[in-house]
């Protein structure tokens, strides 16, 4: 069961306004010129922009409950954009489309920085350049983990959550989210507690959801290194969706990378 299955309802009320990735994966995956893969598509909040852009796109997921609700948001739409869309139930460490390659593999959403070892990484970059036709590219995006945020955070909250955030959903109904959290530089593991309150127009509580979410988080050179080790070569690291360098007081890490076919990176997958 993926952490994510109890979540899958109310995923898209969460982040509804988040945009500001998708033209940036839109635009590569028109750039491809042939079939791209999204791994973690979730709810397909990139997937279907990028469907209706043009693109035959596959979207992977481990979470059958968000694959679920993407399902019933692809039957939605056009048929000629459902065409362009196949869903697939699968680990991104270890997914095996027999037969099938791709121009591009992306991962929004910092959906990497699930994968808490260096040994799962690998083994999803080893299978990811697998299913990446010679030349192919990689693109993914993580947060970049300054120390001037992280150190706040770095000892263990009150047990009582702290107000995160408010959504107004439909009805009168409001959707409150609760939140613990702890950043752990030994382990670079962020630990995510959450509350999902959605509460009726009359001030009664409908449903609680409580949700588990843990990442690692990856440094610019540590992340560098795993690339090469694992047969990429980096072609542009972003500060942003815009493009804009990668800097100091940057917040996210944009990569953007290309299958290589170096004979030292044996050692990785067996080449």
């Avoid at 970059?125 to 192919?136: E, M």
């Avoid at 408010?166 to 382990?187: C, H, K, M, N, V």
Wanted: glycine content about 6%; some cysteine; charged content about 30%.
């Amino acid at each position: 069961m993926s952490d994510y299955d109890i979540f899958a309802s109310i995923y898209d009320f969460e982040y509804d306004e988040l945009e500001e990735d998708i033209p940036f994966y839109r635009d590569l995956a028109l750039a491809a010129q042939g079939p791209c893969l999204e791994l973690g598509c979730g709810t397909g909040r990139v997937l279907i922009p990028v469907a209706k852009a043009g693109v035959d796109v596959v979207g992977l997921d481990l979470s059958p409950a968000m694959l679920h609700v993407a399902r019933e948001k692809v039957e939605a739409l056009p048929l000629a954009v459902q065409a362009r869309i196949r869903l697939v139930e699968a680990d991104m460490r270890d997914f095996d489309l027999p037969g099938e390659q791709f121009n591009l593999v992306y991962i929004p959403f910092r959906a990497f920085l699930h994968l808490l070892t260096t040994e799962d990484q690998l083994q999803a970059l080893a299978t990811i350049r697998r299913h990446l036709r010679p030349g192919g590219r990689l693109a993914l995006n993580f947060f970049n983990p300054r120390i001037d945020v992280i150190a706040p955070r770095m000892t263990r909250r009150d047990a009582t959550p702290f107000l995160e955030r408010t959504t107004d959903l439909f009805a009168g109904e409001r959707l409150i989210q609760w939140a613990w959290s702890r950043y752990d530089p030994f382990t670079q593991i962020i630990e995510n507690e959450l509350i999902y309150d959605r509460v009726a127009a009359d001030g009664k509580l409908v449903e609680r959801v409580y949700r588990r979410l843990v990442a690692r988080w990856i440094y610019r050179f540590e992340a560098k290194h795993l690339f090469a080790r694992a047969g990429f070569t980096v072609e542009a690291l972003y500060g942003d969706f815009a493009g804009r360098p990668f800097e100091r007081e940057t917040d996210e890490q944009v990569w953007v990378l290309k299958r290589t076919e170096d004979e030292g990176r044996k050692t990785v997958d067996g080449g």
